[in-house]
């Protein structure tokens, strides 16, 4: 994550502090590959939030090893991201946690249509993004790219609630 993205999340953060009255909210820069395997659980998080982490194979199991390092034993994860038809590593995500015996999940694919991509977009129209899409990619109008349309690339997502397993003694 760049130095600028870490600090428009703490802005945000900030901004959204008085409606978030029960809670210590923190942000900071994490290196996945480097994890603390000997955090504390009060170090540990009570609820982690992710969107679009995985975009590539071996992003898939640095992922889960975040999340099992960073929550905490009654925690949840909540992750979105583009269904594994659109993203490399969401197969290889969802395989991981289907093994696990660590965590359990829930999964909901969310499918826009072109009516309600605007909170993605909100100042964009979706016909003119697809015309600009065609244009980067020097397709005559009307003509298709792999046989979909922009709006079909990216318009279905995978919405994760994860949970650890408790293990009883």
């Not at 760049?2 to 428009?8: D, I, R």
């Not at 975009?55 to 099992?68: C, M, P, Q």
């Not at 905490?72 to 594994?84: I, R, T, W």
């Not at 100042?123 to 709006?151: F, M, P, T, W, Y």
Request: aromatic content about 6%; proline content about 1%.
């Amino acid at each position: 994550v760049s130095s600028k993205s870490l600090e428009a999340i703490r802005e945000n953060l900030s901004l959204n502090k008085a409606n978030v009255k029960t809670a210590a909210a923190s942000t900071d820069f994490l290196d996945w590959n480097s994890l603390d395997d000997d955090l504390n659980e009060p170090d540990r998080h009570d609820l982690i939030i992710g969107s679009e982490l995985i975009y590539g194979v071996e992003r898939a199991a640095l992922v889960l090893n975040v999340i099992d390092n960073q929550l905490s034993e009654n925690g949840v994860a909540v992750l979105l991201c583009a269904a594994a038809q659109h993203r490399f590593g969401v197969a290889e995500f969802d395989e991981l946690l289907m093994e696990s015996s660590t965590f359990s999940h829930c999964k909901i694919e969310l499918r826009a249509t072109n009516k309600n991509l605007n909170w993605m977009w909100p100042n964009r129209d979706v016909a003119q993004a697809e015309e600009e899409s065609a244009d980067e990619r020097n397709l005559e109008e009307g003509e298709i790219d792999g046989g979909k349309r922009l709006h079909d690339l990216i318009n279905t997502f995978n919405f994760y609630v994860i949970k650890r397993v408790l293990k009883h003694e």
